[in-house]
Structure formats: C-alpha cells, structure tokens
C-alpha cells in the first residue's frame, strides 16, 4: 500500500513528524525513501492504547 493512500490517521500523524529523521519540513518530511513501513498493535510489549512502527530506508533516506 502506498503511504500516500492513507490520508489521515495515528501512523500518517506520526509519519509526517518524522522530517527531522527523515528530511523535508514539517508535515511533509522526504518519506519517498521509506521502503518498509511495520505497524504493530495487540503485541505482549505494548500497551493497548500504543502502537509501534518500525521504517526500513533506502538510498534515499538520510543517515
């Protein structure tokens, strides 16, 4: 699925913050590095109102 098909929502909140990490500016960071975005919900290690997310870049991701 294409990040950009999800037009609100916590991952996509969440995502748009990331432009320190990831570059760009505020509520459009450089996200077209991202190749793996992995949402986690209902795990033993989180708590029911929390989420995690794990992104896997590529080239064009910053270090």
């Given at each position: 699925?294409?990040?950009?098909?999800?037009?609100?929502?916590?991952v996509?909140?969440?995502?748009?913050?990331?432009?320190?990490?990831?570059?760009?500016?505020?509520?459009s960071?450089?996200?077209?590095?991202?190749?793996?975005?992995?949402?986690?919900?209902?795990?033993?290690?989180?708590?029911n109102?929390?989420?995690?997310?794990?992104?896997?870049?590529?080239?064009?991701?910053?270090?």
């Amino acid at each position: 699925m294409n990040i950009g098909e999800i037009p609100d929502g916590p991952v996509k909140h969440i995502l748009d913050c990331l432009h320190p990490i990831l570059g760009g500016k505020e509520g459009s960071p450089n996200d077209m590095g991202i190749e793996q975005v992995t949402v986690m919900k209902g795990t033993d290690d989180l708590a029911n109102d929390e989420i995690g997310i794990t992104i896997w870049g590529g080239k064009n991701l910053i270090s």
